[in-house]
């Protein structure tokens, strides 16, 4: 017997992303991304959108720099300027029903970043140690491919359904929570919290980036952001405010007006 309801292959996306100092830092590492590409150029999005996805494919990023008040800046930069060269060609050959290998794709992707953050970090005093998260997704009909590395954090609410962090926390303390030797509470307070184990850049020899994907429908939502953000909202808080159609500037503001130790950043993604 066929679905009465099958699911409906989502035709537009809309996004919304910001980016807080937070109430203690005086600068701002983290960074979002938003951009449109297809065969041909990408396309650099505003703060606030809704596109069809007919116009081409979507990425979403957020990213935590560490080491330096640019890394953040720079992290994005080299992550931009990667995407503009691996990104089209993939679209051309999926276009040419070439099988395009988004998980390698973006596997590549951040290994190209991670290397080029280490070459700067060789030949320019100031960069020396800079590194950064990086969680990005990207969107397809009916598709979004994700690659992860470091703690910030990709989320998703599927229509109808229960909210699931697709991202494994690349630290020790994350090891633990998914272990089940210590509960939420346990790890937003463990000492060690903010020491990775991964990281785009940073010295860093061993990169194993996370990467994976979701078929996803119209009315699915997705939540992409930095550390800062969830310091200051617990995981029922972020699956409340994502079913009630919370853009990413109220998660950032709440976040910082419960927390604000750190930089917070979020993009917001909903799928129509």
């Not at 596109?51 to 081409?56: D, H, R, V």
């Not at 290994?111 to 990086?134: F, P, S």
């Not at 470091?150 to 229509?159: A, E, M, T």
Request: hydrophobic fraction near 35%; glycine fraction near 12%.
């Amino acid at each position: 017997m066929s679905d009465p309801n099958p699911p409906q292959p989502p035709h537009h996306v809309r996004w919304s992303g910001m980016t807080h100092p937070g109430r203690v830092r005086s600068n701002n590492e983290d960074t979002f991304l938003a951009l449109n590409f297809d065969a041909r150029e990408v396309r650099y999005l505003g703060k606030t959108g809704e596109s069809t996805l007919e116009t081409g494919d979507f990425v979403f990023a957020v990213s935590d720099g560490m080491g330096g008040a640019k890394s953040g800046e720079f992290a994005s930069k080299i992550a931009a300027e990667k995407i503009t060269h691996l990104l089209p060609r993939s679209f051309k050959q999926a276009a040419q029903h070439i099988t395009a290998g988004q998980g390698d794709v973006l596997a590549e992707l951040a290994h190209r970043i991670h290397q080029e953050l280490g070459r700067l970090g060789q030949y320019y005093e100031e960069c020396r140690g800079m590194g950064a998260t990086l969680s990005l997704g990207w969107f397809t009909p009916g598709w979004m491919h994700f690659v992860h590395v470091g703690d910030s954090r990709i989320y998703w609410l599927p229509k109808g359904g229960k909210l699931k962090q697709l991202t494994d926390d690349h630290s020790h303390v994350g090891w633990l929570r998914r272990q089940g030797r210590i509960n939420e509470r346990e790890a937003r307070n463990h000492p060690r919290k903010s020491i990775l184990s991964q990281a785009l850049g940073a010295g860093n020899q061993y990169l194993d980036p996370q990467v994976g994907s979701v078929g996803c429908e119209s009315g699915d939502r997705f939540l992409f952001c930095t550390d800062g953000v969830i310091d200051g909202i617990w995981d029922h808080a972020l699956e409340d405010m994502l079913a009630t159609g919370n853009e990413a500037g109220d998660f950032v503001l709440h976040a910082v007006s419960e927390s604000g130790k750190d930089n917070a950043s979020a993009v917001v993604v909903g799928l129509l």
